[in-house]
């Protein structure tokens, strides 16, 4: 089965770059994809398939995987990027074949 | 733009079934490139994805191991929505629950989950 790390908590400043990491076991053979939740809404997709942005998403949001860590890079950070952000793969040998992080808690400073 | 709007009960009795629906707009539960997902968060156990159904030339579910034997996932074509029922329920499913799109992820396969429904808090208490 595949579990799925992340750092409970990323600090930033605004105008700088947040990196939020989902570890997992060889998980650059998957397709990775991040989701942003802020408090009472349901969460958004924000990268999907590693590194491609949905419509709407901005540019400042960017992804890569490869080996045992795929990376959710937010450049310009901003307060409104103050959320939750989870990982998510799709992992058919496992009990629930959508995975999820366990979470990130992104806080601007 | 696609558009899932949930509705059902936020109170259920423990041992009691839980039921929610989710409404499409947007698009079709009969897609042959789109599955209608369940999914729940709750502080304990976090995002926690339950079961889908979706259309290849027939209907199809899967349901996660945990709750396999309690869930069932059914589409209705007829008011373009689809459902959840999650029977004899205990104080550990009390989560918000929420519906989501999935599409399959071109380069590496397996889907990701495009559109959610607004969510619904159910609380299972006497």
């Known amino acids: 089965s595949n579990v799925l790390t992340q750092p409970p908590s990323v600090s930033v400043a605004p105008g700088q770059t947040a990196r939020i990491t989902c570890g997992g076991n060889n998980i650059g053979s998957k397709g990775v994809h991040w989701y942003q939740q802020k408090p009472g809404q349901a969460p958004v997709l924000v990268v999907y398939?590693?590194?491609d942005r949905p419509s709407g998403i901005p540019e400042r949001f960017s992804g890569s995987n490869s080996g045992n860590t795929a990376t959710l890079t937010i450049s310009r950070v901003e307060a409104g990027d103050e959320a939750d952000y989870y990982c998510?793969?799709?992992?058919?040998?496992?009990?629930?074949?959508?995975?999820f992080g366990g979470g990130t808690k992104l806080t601007v400073l | 733009q696609v558009q899932l709007q949930q509705s059902g009960p936020g109170l259920v009795k423990p041992s009691q079934t839980l039921s929610l629906t989710c409404a499409i707009s947007g698009d079709s539960v009969s897609s042959n490139n789109a599955a209608w997902n369940w999914i729940r968060q709750s502080p304990s156990r976090g995002l926690e994805w339950l079961g889908r159904t979706y259309y290849r030339s027939k209907w199809y579910n899967d349901y996660a191991i945990s709750v396999r034997g309690r869930i069932t996932v059914n589409p209705d074509t007829s008011k373009n929505q689809f459902s959840l029922q999650l029977n004899s329920v205990t104080p550990e499913d009390t989560a918000v629950y929420y519906c989501?799109?999935?599409?399959?992820?071109?380069?590496?396969?397996?889907?990701?989950?495009?559109?959610w429904g607004q969510g619904t808090l159910v609380t299972v208490s006497s």
């Open positions: 989501a799109r999935g599409t399959m992820a071109v380069r590496k396969g397996g889907d990701y989950l495009d559109y």
């Open positions: 398939d590693d590194s």
């Open positions: 998510q793969v799709w992992d058919i040998t496992s009990i629930h074949p959508v995975v």
